[in-house]
């Protein structure tokens, strides 16, 4: 009866230790984050930070003046264009000692940053102007991001409190559309959608934001 006593709370007290065990594994550390800043005086906007998460959808954005108030913002970035920026910062060793600049004396463009974050591991560049291909296409998708959320920014801006320059918001985002310099043009959907079904807006925004969703729905 003793023996059989012991043998239970000897049981009791392994489970008890590999419980404790368990819940003194600290919890992880989540994926890595790669973010993008460039700071530019004088020009407008002065202040771009994009932060995107390897292993969530949701981003961050901040685009503003220098002398505005910080805050950043929630926007989407999705899987495959995720997919991609990771890829390419992966070939670029994270920036892991990568100097990416052209060192020529050319005009200033404002100096950009690339910062990978995964747990402890931290690692960044700086540049003003690189002609190193994978980092030119990273900065072309993260300024192409910032571009597109401009736009966005604008559009819901018009929708709400200047309706009589709705089209006017619509002629910039077909600009870069037709340059394809916005990466997910499908974003602006649900506002085309939403200005194409109002007859609150003039026709010629309605009919423009029409055309545009159609164009948009049509390169899949």
Partial sequence: MKTSLLRFLLLI????????????VPAPSG???LTF???FKGSSPEF???TVREDSDTAAYEIRQLDEDAGSLPFQVSAAWRTKMFDLAAQLKHFQGQDLDVHRKIANLGEKTFRWESGPEV???KFNYTLNSPASQLLQIFEGLA?????VDLISRRMKYDRLGINDALLQFESDLNRSLLPE???VLP?????AGDSHFVDIARQRARSLAERIRHQG
């Fill in 37 to 39: 800043r460039r700071v």
């Fill in 191 to 195: 506002m085309l959608d939403q200005i």
């Fill in 185 to 187: 043009p499908k974003r």
């Fill in 13 to 24: 007290a392994s489970a008890c230790l590999v419980a404790s065990a368990a819940l003194s």
């Fill in 147 to 151: 571009r597109q959320q401009e736009h």
């Fill in 48 to 50: 771009i930070e994009i």
């Fill in 123 to 125: 690692h960044e560049a």
């Fill in 31 to 33: 994926g890595a984050k």
